[in-house]
T-cell receptor, first 114, second 110 residues
Framework: DAGITQSPRYKITETGRQVTLMCHQT?????MFWYRQDLGHGLRLIYY???????DKGEVPDGYVVSRSKTENFPLTLESATRSQTSVYFC?????????????FGQGTRLTVV | KNEVEQSPQNLTAQEGEFITINCSYS?????LHWLQQHPGGGIVSLFM???GKKKHGRLIATINIQEKHSSLHITASHPRDSAVYIC????????????FGKGTHLIIQP
């Protein structure tokens, strides 16, 4: 299916475990983003990527790792999950960056760390 | 860091009313986005604008760069417009990514 998809949609994990959230887009957009959404904070940027093999930190990168070996995929890894990382995570893509083109969002992944 | 403020935080209106949601930001921007988040959680882009006004169906978005202010208007509101409306800005410079307001929760009653 065309679009941007995230998996899994829901995940429960234990403190200290490594978790990877997947994001896949079919448009060949150059830019991809990871955001987290928390009550009281709204959406905040974790990491973004302007192209394959290029990634940059956002506002809240600590505890997260990203990679982008292929244009269409942008996985987000929590190396050692903590309760403060319980959140809803959204992946997004944009053809030429959000200064120039609109953003398309995945359905979100609800992550609970217990 | 750009501070993005939306008002009102919550809005309940009757079907057919004209709705206005406001967004202000503290630092000059390259672009402003209006997004809609459905009750199920999905986020959809409504508009991206850097100047002037855009219209799509019953939705109108305006921006005043000098005033650092944008408005989203909904004409002839309908219960299906009930959602959270989020303003987000791209602050320019070399970095990408959006800075978001906390959203306006809109309920349209039949």
């Amino acid at each position: 299916d065309a679009g941007i998809t995230q998996s899994p949609r829901y995940k429960i994990t234990e403190t200290g475990r490594q978790v990877t959230l997947m994001c896949h887009q079919t448009w060949s957009h150059s830019y991809m983003f990871w955001y987290r959404q928390d009550l009281g904070h709204g959406l905040r940027l974790i990491y973004y990527s302007a192209a394959a093999d290029i990634t940059d930190k956002g506002e809240v990168p600590d505890g997260y790792v990203v990679s982008r070996s292929k244009t269409e995929n942008f996985p987000l890894t929590l190396e050692s999950a903590t309760r403060s990382q319980t959140s809803v995570y959204f992946c997004a893509s944009s053809e030429r960056g959000t200064a120039n083109t609109e953003a398309f969002f995945g359905q979100g992944t609800r992550l609970t760390v217990v | 860091k750009n501070e993005v403020e939306q008002s009102p935080q919550n809005l309940t209106a009757q079907e057919g009313e004209f709705i206005t949601i406001n967004c202000s930001y503290s630092v000059g921007i390259s672009a402003l986005h209006w997004l809609q988040q459905h009750p199920g959680g999905g986020i959809v882009s409504l508009f991206m604008l850097s100047s002037g006004k855009k219209k799509h169906g019953r939705l109108i978005a305006t921006i005043n760069i000098q005033e650092k202010h944008s408005s989203l208007h909904i004409t002839a509101s309908h219960p299906r417009d009930s959602a959270v409306y989020i303003c987000a800005v791209h602050s320019g410079g070399g970095a990408d990514g959006l800075t978001f307001g906390k959203g306006t929760h809109l309920i349209i009653q039949p």
